[in-house]
């Protein structure tokens, strides 16, 4: 992220959050479930920003969840103003994204974080970005499409992120059954209806 001269990225579940305690990160994005209490962890951390928001990892309404909107989309992408507001504070940053897994919600921020920071690479290459900082990624499918029209990306962005979601059923079939009994079988239909 040059732009807010931010020279690290992180991306992890709840799990991995003790063993990033001394890595320097200058900056969290929390993505929670909207009753999870916040991560004892970084009490124990140095000085950093926080942004948390909580919303439920679905793509589809669903009975007592909360859906990611286009206002937490908003809100993630607000943060990237944060990291270059208080730049000057700093020679380099640490951005540390995480949601429960790593996997979805997390790197759905991350791939609209990256697009937002390198408007003149196409789509491939910023999902290129994004699996080399988390190769399991998963992005949520309906927090990008919120992305895409915010950040002018004509369908591309989710376009892409339906084709990694095709290349991880590829390398891991039993994905595509996981997703679906989750819910989220209209990511799965639209990563084996995508153009290669």
Request: include cysteine; glycine fraction near 6%; hydrophobic fraction near 40%.
């Amino acid at each position: 992220m040059e732009r807010a001269r931010i020279s690290l990225l992180t991306i992890c579940g709840l799990e991995e959050l003790d063993g990033h305690s001394d890595r320097r990160v200058t900056h969290v994005l929390s993505i929670l479930d909207p009753d999870w209490p916040d991560p004892e962890n970084f009490a124990r951390w140095d000085r950093h920003h926080r942004l948390t928001l909580r919303f439920h990892d679905i793509v589809e309404p669903t009975p007592g969840q909360i859906l990611p909107e286009p206002e937490h989309v908003e809100r993630i992408l607000g943060f990237a103003d944060d990291l270059a507001a208080d730049a000057h504070e700093r020679e380099e940053g640490h951005l540390l994204v995480h949601c429960h897994m790593g996997i979805s919600r997390s790197t759905a921020a991350m791939t609209m974080l990256l697009a937002q920071a390198y408007p003149d690479e196409d789509e491939a290459s910023i999902l290129g970005r994004l699996t080399a900082i988390r190769p399991q990624a998963w992005p949520n499918l309906r927090m990008t499409e919120f992305a895409d029209a915010i950040l002018g990306r004509g369908g591309r962005l989710s376009a892409e992120v339906s084709r990694l979601h095709a290349r991880q059923i590829a390398t891991r079939p039993q994905l595509a059954d996981t997703f679906r009994r989750l819910g989220r079988a209209r990511e799965v239909e639209a990563a084996l209806n995508v153009a290669p």
